[in-house]
C-alpha cells in the first residue's frame, strides 16, 4: 500500500517510524510516498485499518509540523 506525505521533507522520519516495527516493510518510491508491507496475516482491511492507525499516529506526533498523510491505492499516473 502507498503513502503519501504533504511534506517530503519528513518521508524519512515516516520511513524510518513504520520500519521500527518488526512487521512492517517501508520503502521509498517517490519524493513524496513510501510503499508498506505489513507481515502476518492481515486481510486487505485489516492491513489498510493498522496502517491508518500507524500513521495517524505519526502525525499526531508531528502536529505542530502540519503534515498530513493519505493512503494511496494506486500510483499517481
Known amino acids: 500500500m502507498r503513502i503519501r506525505v504533504t511534506d517530503p ?9 513504520l520500519r521500527s ?3 512492517a516493510i517501508a520503502e521509498q ?3 513524496d510516498e513510501v510503499e508498506v508491507s505489513l507481515l502476518g496475516s492481515y486481510a ?3 492491513m489498510r485499518m493498522e496502517l491508518y ?3 495517524r499516529a505519526w502525525e499526531a506526533a508531528r502536529a505542530a509540523r502540519g503534515v498530513s498523510v493519505e493512503l494511496v491505492d494506486e500510483p499517481p499516473r
Do not use: G, M
Not at 521533507?9 to 517510524?17: K, Y
Open 53 to 55: 492507525l500507524r500513521i
Open 9 to 17: 521533507a519528513l518521508l524519512s522520519d515516516l520511513v524510518e517510524f
Open 44 to 46: 486487505l482491511d485489516a
Open 29 to 31: 518510491v517517490s519524493e
Open 21 to 23: 516495527r518488526a512487521d
